[in-house]
């Protein structure tokens, strides 16, 4: 059984900090691009990160770049989220997500994602 489970969200200040984790079972973890996206209330879903399955080249939105670091483990089927800066905008439950790395498309899009997670809620005070 293929899952994706996020862990480490929670309540932080304003410029606070965060790591996000998602582990990865059922599946040659290395074949996968992944990806974390968010969705906050009332809002539809979009892009956070992304990062191949070598863990370079990584794409972030514009809201996050420089606040942000994605990164993987393959050995412990590990991806990650930094997030440093923390903004009340970050609020939102953050998704973790993989696709087959031979797929085309742009990892930006959500709809190139088979696999998700359950979500891990983020909250940003003010």
């Known amino acids: 059984q293929v899952q994706l489970v996020e862990s480490g969200g929670g309540l932080v200040q304003a410029g606070g900090s965060l790591r996000l984790s998602c582990a990865a079972s059922?599946?040659?973890?290395?074949?996968?691009?992944m990806g974390w996206f968010r969705q906050a209330p009332g809002k539809e879903r979009e892009f956070v990160a992304a990062i191949n399955r070598h863990g370079d080249s990584p794409d972030y939105a514009d809201s996050v770049k420089g606040r942000s670091t994605i990164s993987r483990d393959n050995a412990k089927s590990t991806v990650y989220l930094e997030m440093n800066s923390l903004k009340p905008e970050d609020t939102a439950v953050y998704f973790c997500?993989?696709?087959?790395?031979?797929?085309?498309?742009?990892?930006?899009?959500?709809?190139?994602?088979?696999?998700w997670g359950q979500g891990t809620q983020v909250t940003v005070s003010s």
């Open positions: 059922g599946l040659t973890f290395s074949t996968y691009v």
């Open positions: 997500a993989g696709r087959l790395a031979v797929k085309i498309g742009p990892i930006s899009s959500g709809d190139q994602y088979a696999l």
